[in-house]
């Protein structure tokens, strides 16, 4: 069961160089060539052609205790791809397979059988299982419904709107009779999450005036605040939520550069609001609330293939741009689910 | 059924005189002289014996909006108050009964019957109306279960633990087999703690070392934090919180007098916690809770009165000592709940 390719294989591969001072740079990142093991009982060889580029590496580059450990000097960078089976020493797939796993940042990946999912072309396309179809869709669906549990004409807040969660997040609130409102970074973003993502409303965070147009986009105040951002764009949604509003702590991008714009009273007003307006604050991870929904991958399924809700990619292609992309990700650039094709399927 | 007594009667009462600057002082509240309207049909008029001073008043003199309206300039004191019937004009009391109502800081109260809770002896002394079995006792209660969520062999931190509502959070808490450790101001407090509510181990919050002497009393770290402080407390409780712990927030009492000790982060860092632990973080008053129980009031008489639950009264005697009771109150003297008994029931 063992195949002689993985001996021969060049792999390119992502290894964490240095951690950064402030900002995360392209120096944090090198390039190392491994030799493949051996397959064993129970793996399969894959090739990934699309790798997903996702914030919460950010977090772990940082030497502080996160939701998962920090990255350590040397180590492989993780993340999901989607990959087409090369080899297979488990009778659960075979070659030309497509799979959704975690396969890192590299070019090939050996991983057990049962860590892959099968990719499944009557559902949606390969991509859609790293956006709305996978961990991305998920921990907008997940903690939208879980922690939000938004009501029908409830008015529901996302920041990032333009990005991979907050664009899904909106539009789910939609299918559930929600008024949403985005919060997204220049003019002709915002417009376009109201236009191709179908939001009711997106305010410019970087305008003049940015609170006042908050407000006015959510004249029965906010019911639900999806947080991917912290910072100054929570700051102006907290005096307009509504008594008993819930609020998913998903992300804080704003935050994982070492960025700061709080003052000193910051955290005592915003322990006033959770008080006296009684809300429900919750930081979750994807991983925590799969249980709650089995129905996930039927309904979002359904969405995309009715129209409902749409799918953007920011799709950069080659290896080498791999790096680029994630950089370009945590500075609010392009719209929708970044990701790498770096090879394609055959 | 209108009774002469109301027009003769002269009721002393607190009403607002001025709004605190910073801390609340004596001169924030000054006494007038009122007559009593003639009793309606449906209407009881009593004579107030045990008043309630509490937190949430602070709040509301501040002008701006809490989970209550804030006091208008010559407004009456509301509270909570024991008093007893002297005429009735509702057929469901008569002279003499024992009744919980909100009777506000004055000697005589006039109330709808509907609104007005008869004291029933079988169950308690008629104080405990105004604290295990009244609003202070459910706080604890409805808060602790409802939003703490504890489990038994969980560790629950709980914030003015000598105060009339953290007193008996970590009493119940112990009830249902929790570690509970309580934080109190002074050696001498904590020792009570320990003693008389029987906390597993409390912390005093203004010696040196004290985040340390906190992280040692919890060795398993944090399960439930329940709030009623606020502040540098609440710092040194957040880094020992395990992974979905949840935060009742009850209260924010060092914040109340306009103090502040917080730094430019301490939000950021506090969001942080927030997603990579994957804290719940509730506000909430008591009316939020109380349909979740119907089981409270029997359930406490219980404990009441099988001693496994203690009440402590921090008691004051006459009128003229409701505001000194308050500002000490506030500034967390005494020990368990402040009461002030302004007449002998009869």
Known sequence: MTNVLTNTLKNRQYVFAARPEDEATAGCFGQVETVLPALKPGQILCRNLWLSVDP???????????????????????????????????????????????????????????HAKRVDPALSRPQSWLGALGMTGFTAYGGLLSIGQPKAGETVVVSAAAGAVGSLVGQIARQLGCRVVGIAGGPEKCARVVADFGFDACVDYRAEGFAGALAAACPKGVDVYFENVGGKVAAAVMPLLNMFARIPVCGLISQYDGQSGTDPKALEEFMRWVLVRRLTLRGFIVYDLYQNHPEFTDTMAGWLRSGAIREEFN????????????????????????????AEPV
């Not at 080498?320 to 370009?328: E, K, R, T, Y």
């Open 56 to 114: 919460y590496l950010r977090l772990k580059m940082h030497d502080r205790e996160s939701y998962t450990p920090p990255l350590q000097i040397g180590e492989a960078i993780p993340g999901n791809s989607v990959a087409q089976v090369v080899t297979s020493a488990d009778p659960a797939f075979e070659a030309g397979d497509m799979v959704a796993i975690s396969g890192g940042w590299q070019e090939y990946a050996v991983v057990r059988a049962a």
């Open 315 to 342: 799709l950069h292609s080659g290896f080498d741009q791999v790096v680029p992309a994630f950089l370009g990700m945590l500075k609010g650039a392009g719209f929708g689910k970044t990701l790498v094709q770096i």
